[in-house]
Antibody
Framework: EVQLVESGGSLVQPGGSLRLSCAAS????????INWVRQAPGKGLEWVSV????????YYADSVKGRFTISRDNSKNTLYLQMNSLRAEDTAVYYC???????????????WGRGTLVTVSS | EIVLTQSPGTLSLSPGERATLSCRAS???????LAWYQHKPGQAPRVLIY???SRAAGIPDRFSGSGSGTDFTLTISRLEPEDFAVYYC?????FGQGTKLEIK
């Protein structure tokens, strides 16, 4: 059974940093691109970042470019999101989501975690 | 950048009724990259439809997708109590703003 479990969310002050993790199981982790998607309170889904299966390619939404860094450790089946210079508008539930295919094509995200809450506030 | 506009924002229907949700793209998109998701509070989003019209594994056949170009539709033929949720369309890495399907 495919499982994605996010962790690391907490309350952090504006300008602070946080690292989220996503532990994966039930599939060949290194073969698939994985995304971070977030949902701010009362808002819809917003794509944040994606990393290829090998980790060699990464892409970011303009809203987080230069502040967030996505990475993965395929030996630990774990995805990360390093978030720096956090702003109030980064407050959201952060989900990791596996891509259906092995190529960075985003035809759809077939498995998601339940999310971890990040709150940026003083 | 492509913008996806979903309508209506909220749809109020009763169990057993038919639901029709719309997703309009600001420019023509490939059907291969059009997906629909269901999202309930506190749960992981679930893919329903991919490639505009293909049902994902385990999705009941009351869910169907159609459309091409700029106009796409998700249809739920007969609403079950568990279908009341928020629905999102997605094209590549862009999501629509969602349609909330609520019980009338």
């Amino acid at each position: 059974e495919v499982q994605l479990v996010e962790s690391g969310g907490s309350l952090v002050q504006p300008g602070g940093s946080l690292r989220l993790s996503c532990a994966a199981s039930g599939f060949t982790f290194s073969s698939y691109p994985i995304n971070w998607v977030r949902q701010a309170p009362g808002k819809g889904l917003e794509w944040v970042s994606v990393i290829s299966g090998s980790g060699g390619s990464t892409y970011y939404a303009d809203s987080v470019k230069g502040r967030f860094t996505i990475s993965r450790d395929n030996s630990k089946n774990t995805l990360y999101l390093q978030m720096n210079s956090l702003r109030a508008e980064d407050t959201a539930v952060y989900y990791c989501a596996k891509e259906f295919g092995r190529v960075l094509a985003a035809t759809n995200f077939d498995y998601w975690g339940r999310g971890t809450l990040v709150t940026v506030s003083s | 950048e492509i913008v996806l506009t979903q309508s209506p924002g909220t749809l109020s229907l009763s169990p057993g009724e038919r639901a029709t949700l719309s997703c309009r793209a600001s420019q023509s998109v490939s059907s291969s990259y059009l997906a629909w998701y269901q999202h309930k509070p506190g749960q992981a989003p679930r893919v329903l439809i991919y490639g505009a019209s293909s049902r994902a594994a385990g999705i009941p056949d009351r869910f169907s997708g159609s459309g091409s170009g700029t106009d796409f539709t998700l249809t739920i033929s007969r609403l079950e109590p568990e279908d009341f949720a928020v629905y999102y369309c997605q094209q590549y890495r862009t999501f629509g703003q969602g349609t909330k399907l609520e019980i009338k």
